[in-house]
């Protein structure tokens, strides 16, 4: 069995983001703050880096590169599914394609 979190994600946000009172996409003077998260407490609305893990071993920097998927999702123009359609169109699914056993001949 793992231990610790399988994902971590860190989001770029609006700092009042937590504040639905306040519009702070339309002020000149929002700050942006950078925010460690599971996913589950704060919106994506701006930028995210995502690092999932895939085995149940120890991360270490001997194992990360096989061991630990990463990616971004950018969502400022408003739209998560538009960020996922470009991650997985112009990432995932070559990156799939290309992993495809060809049959012998």
């Given at each position: 069995m793992h231990s610790g979190v399988v994902e971590i994600n860190f989001l770029f946000n609006l700092s009042s983001s937590r504040s639905s009172s306040v519009d702070a996409a339309?002020?000149?003077v929002a700050q942006r703050k950078l925010f460690v998260t599971t996913g589950s407490s704060e919106p994506l609305l701006?930028?995210?880096?995502?690092f999932l893990r895939t085995t149940d071993k120890a991360i270490t920097t001997a194992n990360v590169q096989q061991e630990v998927n990463f990616g971004m999702l950018d969502c400022s123009d408003g739209s998560?599914?538009?960020?996922?359609?470009?991650?997985?169109?112009?990432?995932?699914?070559?990156?799939?394609r290309s992993q495809q056993v060809r049959p012998f001949t």
């Open positions: 339309a002020s000149a701006e930028k995210c880096l995502f998560i599914l538009n960020s996922l359609e470009t991650l997985l169109s112009r990432i995932m699914i070559p990156a799939l």
